[in-house]
């Protein structure tokens, strides 16, 4: 695993096949093999032998299948509804595009005290944040060194230093020996860590010892640890205990380097394996994901001499020719001079022809206005007069003398104060009726 650079590169376009198995690949490097505890549902065994179900929760369900040979191994009749724990591995069905669980053992829910420990020590891991995705580190591309914590008696130890050898011959491996299996293991594989832990710092702070002990032909350089493996064969759940202890977990969690945990087969899984950084199936599997082929990359800088080497030549070429139309081109200034000429008087020309044409572009505008302007001012004139006269109309339609000569007076006071109720007179009042033609006052008698 190699942490991907940001690309504006257009992303290449999948086949549906190739995606499919592209995410089944990722789902396995992340997450096989798994462990689910949920509720039986939709079990049917198929005449094949094989069964088909979905396990759920409260908050989801997930498609499992079961083939006959797996499915021949159960102690027992799974029913609708029943809740168990099954072992196995995460796909994607091609065919559908399904995510799917194919489960090779079930067990019905809290069998084994071993595993209920297991359990209850992976949750408390899991709360402190120990198997976060975000804390997993990318795997060096060519590391310094590479530190391998094992049993100097087991064949895990054989595997990963034959594919080592075998794949980089070039880069240092160092080897702490730790027992593996029993009740002393889990001290003495926290003991080989920290060791190497101290060789990520280029032996500083090492015991003298201990420096002589694992250093190449006795000597006093200590290369600088980049990747550390952590291996062992596989195993019963019992013998594979020593990589589920908890003070195990915290110091593969403090490790300053990417550490690659291939402990067991396969199908095995150990709380070592959640807290590294990257689980390997196998220790083999292990020794190749941190070592690139050596051949692979003498391939890459034979390819790079290559590109290289045809860049310089054309580079070589492009400037050749630079050189020999810079100097033709000096060897007959003239022709120079000539062509620069040429330029100015067609540019000349063209300005010409330009200003020409703007300036008889305005003057047919103008041409045009002067035509058109004389009409319609004079219907702007008639259109202003017409709205005048319908203003004097409405005018007029309100002059209140209109209303006075059908027969109607304005009573007022003698000081010009208007009366419009019976309230405002009283007997002996002296009041002044405006007609249309005069006024004529008036007392009131009652």
Known sequence: MFEAKPSLVTPAVWQIGALCRAIAEALDARFNPVVVRGELSSFSRAASGHCYFSLKDESGQIRCAMFRRA?????FSPREGELVEVRGRLGVYEARGDLQLIVESMSRAGQGALFE??????????????????????????????????????????????????????????????????????????QALSNLYLLTQQGRGLEPDFVKKITKRGGSTV??????????????????????DEQLAQTLARSPVPVICGVGHETDFTIADFVADLRAPTPTAAAELVAQPQQLWLGALDATAQRLQRSVSRRLDQQNQRLDLTASRFGRPSALVGRA??????????????????????????????????????????????????????????????????GYAWLSTPAGAGISSVQQ????????????????????TA
């Open 71 to 75: 499915a021949s191994s159960l102690d």
């Open 117 to 190: 420990q297991f359990l209850q020590l992976k949750a408390k891991l899991e709360a402190q944040g120990l198997f976060a995705p975000e804390r997993k580190r990318a795997l060096p591309l060519l590391p310094r060194a590479i530190g391998v914590v094992t049993s100097l008696g087991a064949a895990a130890l054989h595997d990963v230093v034959t594919a080592l050898k075998r794949r980089v011959p070039h880069i240092p491996v160092l080897i702490v020996p730790a027992t593996v299996q029993g009740g002393s293991a889990p001290g003495e594989l926290i």
């Open 223 to 244: 290369p600088c640890i980049d990747v550390i493996l952590l291996v062992r064969g596989g195993g019963s759940m019992e013998d594979l205990w020593a990589f589920n």
């Open 341 to 406: 000429r040429l330029r100015l008087s067609n540019s000349a020309q063209r300005l010409q022809l330009a200003s020409t044409h703007f300036v008889q572009q305005k003057a047919q505008g103008l041409q045009r206005l002067a035509l058109v302007f004389p009409t319609a001012a004079q219907r702007g004139l008639q259109r202003q007069d017409e709205r005048l006269q319908r203003a004097a109309l409405r005018l007029g339609l309100l002059d209140p003398h209109l209303v006075l000569e059908r």
């Open 425 to 444: 007179t009283r007997p002996g009042q002296a009041l002044r009726a405006t007609l249309a033609d005069g006024t004529v006052d008036l007392t009131v």
